[in-house]
């Protein structure tokens, strides 16, 4: 069952502050407590905002509470499994921290508003790293982001380097604030999926693939490119009208989700050109996978259709995601070229691509 949205309870004084006993969430599932995080953590996966770049609808409300309480940090922090990651930090360094050093995963804990006036002053924060380093916090007040359903996946919180406290009145503001972060990440998920076939709209597949250029750089993980064009889709359109065309741009949709692994990511990226991630695959196998979707493409039942595949790998000369799109359309463009209903692996600069 979901956590209830609690009342709007603000904690005023460093004597208030220590005397909260904050329950134990364990990540690992056991126990009533570990089933709300396992519930917490599946809501927060769902919002699908973990290491996204930057976006301007929440830097300027970070930007706002920097302004109205004058103070030289803010965040929206969201408290993942084992770390705070931040979407916006002004005035932070860090794009994230470890869970346990946290001053929002209390927040997130107790479930309400959290003030802490003086950081060296408090048991719990004392010698914390963020206290007594970089960003050098003296004083916090946190106010949970809570869900529709009633979870607390993260904090829009103030941060200043000298002793102060929040009165109710700012803490409403500040409350208010949160409330516009969470319709921003409900905003975001909805804005994210493609109105007739459900996957994801380019905007949002770019941005699934900075992340994985993201995750090679910090992890090394490997991840292709894969992108694929309906042959002469055109044709079906001016023959059959744009209702069939809808028809089969979701039967194709329909088919590579049956396809997909747990992790691949489909996307419509454009009016008839659709793009999969597939990560910890070699490019062998990835264009191996390509043949697999092209050969269930082209036997879908009712739907006299094909489709020419562009395939690229995550090479440690892709910096971005423009230079990654860019190779996985010359692959693709080769494909055409090669009488389309087929797939074509990039395999560098200068070379042609391969089958």
Partial sequence: MAAKRPGAVV???????????????????????????????????????????????????????????NVPMA??????????????????????TPRDIAFCDHTVAIGRPMIVADAHADPRFADNPLVVGAPFISSYAGVPLTSRDGYHVGTLCALDSVVRTYSATEIEILTTFAAIVVDELELRQIARYDHLTGVLVRRAFIAEAARAIARRDRYGRPCTLVLFDLDHFKAINDRSGHAAGDAVLRAVTDCCIRMLRANDVLGRVGGEEFGVLLPELDPESALAAANRFRVEIEAIAGVPITASFGVAPLTADVATTGTWFAAADLAQFAAKGSGRNCARLFVGAGSPPTA
């Avoid at 006993?21 to 089933?35: C, E, K, Y």
């Avoid at 301007?56 to 109205?68: G, K």
């Avoid at 499994?81 to 930090?89: E, L, N, Y």
Wanted: aromatic content about 8%; proline content about 4%.
């Fill in 11 to 69: 904690i005023v004084s460093v004597s208030e502050v220590v005397g909260i006993s904050t329950p134990n969430w364990s990540v690992s599932g056991v126990g009533a407590r570990g089933i709300v995080e396992t519930e917490r953590l599946a809501v927060l996966d769902r919002y699908d905002v973990l290491d996204s770049p930057a976006e301007a609808s929440f830097d300027r409300i970070t930007a706002l509470v920097r302004t109205v309480f």
């Fill in 75 to 96: 965040a929206v922090s969201l408290i993942d499994r084992d770390r705070q990651w931040f979407k916006s930090h002004p005035g932070i360094e860090a794009a994230e």
